[in-house]
């Protein structure tokens, strides 16, 4: 009986210092062994801006190409001969193409005196007839008109004498082209000279060309 209280009590004895150990050291058993790691910052800091005077300059930008400008449209040979109407030509050689208009092409329509000028135009640079205006037109035999190399009187204060120096200018300064091109003969449509070996080119007004 004795021993079993001296047991009993060396128990409670035991229960109690267990027990008061506990309440005087709790255990940190809960507590996590983490390893400790920097901080990490939240946000980067901020990256300082060129000033304003380091910024590359950009390119300034193209104008827009100009469209081309589009040619004007070309005068009518009634606007040219318009232009270019005139009582007084210009030269001995003008004033002989002019004539050989008016003598022989007055009452046509203008390309036709326009085709006239051309052929005296296109003798002269031939090769085959006088170098010159003046010489294909008083070359002997060659126009009706011309007597001993002379040219009958003009009315020169007339609108057919204006038109006919007009016609010579624009053939001269090669303003327009008429519809017979490099013609060499012309013969009115109310003879038949019986030309052979010729082309004909076309037939304007009162006229028959050829080359």
């Known amino acids: 009986m004795f021993r079993h209280r001296i047991t009993a009590a060396s128990a409670a004895a035991m229960l109690f210092a267990l027990f008061a150990t506990f309440h ?3 255990s940190r058993a809960w507590e ?3 390893p400790v790691t920097s901080a990490v910052p939240l946000m980067e800091p901020p990256v300082a801006l060129p000033a304003a005077a380091e ?4 390119p300034p930008e193209a104008a827009p190409a100009p469209e081309p400008a589009s040619a004007p449209a070309p005068l009518s040979l009634a606007a040219l001969v318009e232009a270019h109407s005139s009582s007084a030509p210009r030269s001995a050689e003008e004033e002989c193409l002019a004539g050989a208009v008016y003598f022989e092409a007055k009452g046509e329509p203008l390309k036709g005196q326009l085709s006239v000028a051309e052929v005296i135009l296109n003798r002269a640079g031939s090769g085959r007839f006088p170098k010159s205006a ?3 037109v008083k070359q002997p035999g060659q126009f009706s008109f011309v007597r001993g190399g002379r040219f009958p009187p003009i ?7 204006r038109k006919a120096v007009a ?11 008429g519809p017979a091109p490099k013609a060499l003969f012309f013969h009115a449509k109310r003879v038949s000279p019986g030309w052979r070996g010729l082309t004909r080119i076309a037939a ?3 006229h028959i060309f050829y080359r």
């Open 204 to 206: 304007v007004g009162n």
């Open 55 to 58: 910024l590359p300059a950009l």
């Open 24 to 26: 005087a050291a709790p």
């Open 167 to 177: 016609i010579a200018r624009v053939a001269r300064d090669d303003l327009a082209d």
């Open 134 to 136: 003046c010489g294909v």
């Open 155 to 161: 009315a020169r204060a007339s609108a057919a004498w």
């Open 32 to 34: 996590l062994d983490l």
